[in-house]
Nanobody, 125 residues
Framework: QVHLVESGGGSVQAGGSLRLSCTVS???????MGWFRQAPGKEREGIAS????????AYTDSVKGRFTVSHDNAKNTVYLEMNSLKPEDTGMYYC???????????????????WGQGTQVTVSS
């Protein structure tokens, strides 16, 4: 059984920073961890992923250079460091786990099988 719990969301002004955490409990370590966000009225989109074995990361264009995904195996935790936040970054942020992946982890929600409950991020202008 797998549980993912996100934390670290909140309200910040544009230009600010937040660090999200996702603590994972599992029987078998996932190959990929992804971060997704869903803005009101929009589809859930993948924004960052990390291949656990190699730390290879992938980002959607809108967050490149501003967000950084990392993990700490000892703490079973994946992080999303978010800097230079913009109002369009507002949304519910979810972490997700996948046990498939050959070195590059996708940003497609259908490739992930386990999800957390989400944490809200609100960026004001």
């Amino acid at each position: 059984q797998v549980h993912l719990v996100e934390s670290g969301g909140g309200s910040v002004q544009a230009g600010g920073s937040l660090r999200l955490s996702c603590t994972v409990s599992f029987n078998y370590y996932p190959a990929c961890m992804g971060w997704f966000r869903q803005a009101p009225g929009k589809e859930r989109e993948g924004i960052a992923s990390i291949y656990i074995r190699s730390d290879f990361t992938a980002y959607t264009d809108s967050v490149k250079g501003r967000f950084t995904v990392s993990h700490d195996n000892a703490k079973n935790t994946v992080y999303l460091e978010m800097n230079s936040l913009k109002p369009e970054d507002t949304g519910m942020y979810y972490c997700a786990a996948s046990w498939s992946g050959g070195g590059v982890c996708s940003l497609f929600r259908d490739d992930y099988s386990s999800w957390g409950q989400g944490t809200q991020v609100t960026v004001s202008s």
